[in-house]
């Protein structure tokens, strides 16, 4: 599968913003969706994820509440509501995919086996 996100761009403080990630390829059939972040000079950081049913959702302490991650699989698309956003979350988003239904919504980058190319979000103060 095939991954590519985008719908980044500078966004006020307080701000709301929907970053997107369309899959080609393949459906999103049995595909864990996640989404991770990087910061300049900082390690890629779990954001966000989905499982493979749309049922179960997993979210970072830091964007807990701000943030609302969905799936379409008819459209082979997931998304990321971000709303309130800080300064501190200024980073390239990047949308991920790894395979399975014994997902538990790992954080770990390494388990993700599908990655696209990352968007830009930039907060302004």
């Known amino acids: 599968v095939q991954l590519q996100a985008f719908g980044g761009g500078l966004v006020q403080a307080g701000g709301s913003l929907r970053v997107s990630c369309a899959a080609s390829g393949r459906t999103l059939s049995n595909l864990n969706m996640g989404w991770f972040r990087q910061a300049p000079g900082k390690e890629r950081e779990f954001v966000s994820s989905?499982?493979?049913?749309?049922?179960?959702?997993y979210y970072s302490d830091s964007v807990k509440g701000r943030f609302t991650i969905s799936r379409d699989d008819a459209k082979t698309a997931v998304y990321l509501q971000m709303n309130s956003l800080k300064p501190e979350d200024t980073a390239v988003y990047y949308c991920?995919?790894?395979?399975?239904?014994?997902?538990?919504?790992?954080?770990?980058?390494?388990?993700?086996?599908?990655w696209g190319q990352g968007t830009l979000v930039t907060v302004s103060s």
């Open positions: 989905v499982n493979w049913s749309g049922r179960n959702t």
């Open positions: 991920a995919a790894v395979e399975g239904r014994a997902y538990m919504g790992t954080r770990s980058a390494f388990r993700y086996d599908y």
